[in-house]
């Protein structure tokens, strides 16, 4: 099983959007629970944003919260977070994750089983 991910990154300006995407393979999404975290250079893989399988309920770390959305298109098999305002604190790789079923303990990496390679977001003027 594999989660290929993820275009839609690049450079942006300080309060601008960025839309992400993760096109699940050999995984149906709609029966799964995923995840995006992101990980800045010498920092830790941070927590952004999670949606259960059963009833696509959203978690969110509380340092996005407000600013971005986590969405799936099942039709699609694909992931998205849309980023809102971004400030040069969201300059990071950002990861897609997935697992089969929902896990309190979401805000933590080593949970997910799943893993896109990553896509660059700098944001800078």
């Known amino acids: 099983l594999r989660c290929s991910c993820g275009s839609g990154g690049g450079l942006v300006q300080p309060g601008g959007s960025l839309r992400l995407s993760c096109a699940a393979s050999g995984l149906t999404i709609r029966s799964s629970s995923e995840a995006w975290f992101r990980q800045a250079p010498g920092k830790e893989r941070e927590f952004v944003a999670a949606i259960r399988e059963s009833n696509s309920a959203t978690r969110y770390s509380d340092s996005v919260k407000g600013r971005f959305t986590i969405s799936r298109d099942n039709a699609k098999n694909t992931l998205y977070l849309q980023m809102n305002s971004l400030s040069p604190e969201d300059t990071a790789v950002y990861y897609c994750?997935?697992?089969?079923?929902?896990?309190?303990?979401?805000?933590?990496?080593?949970?997910?089983?799943?893993w896109g390679k990553g896509t660059q977001v700098t944001v800078s003027s």
């Open positions: 994750a997935a697992r089969n079923y929902w896990s309190v303990r979401y805000s933590h990496a080593e949970v997910w089983n799943y």
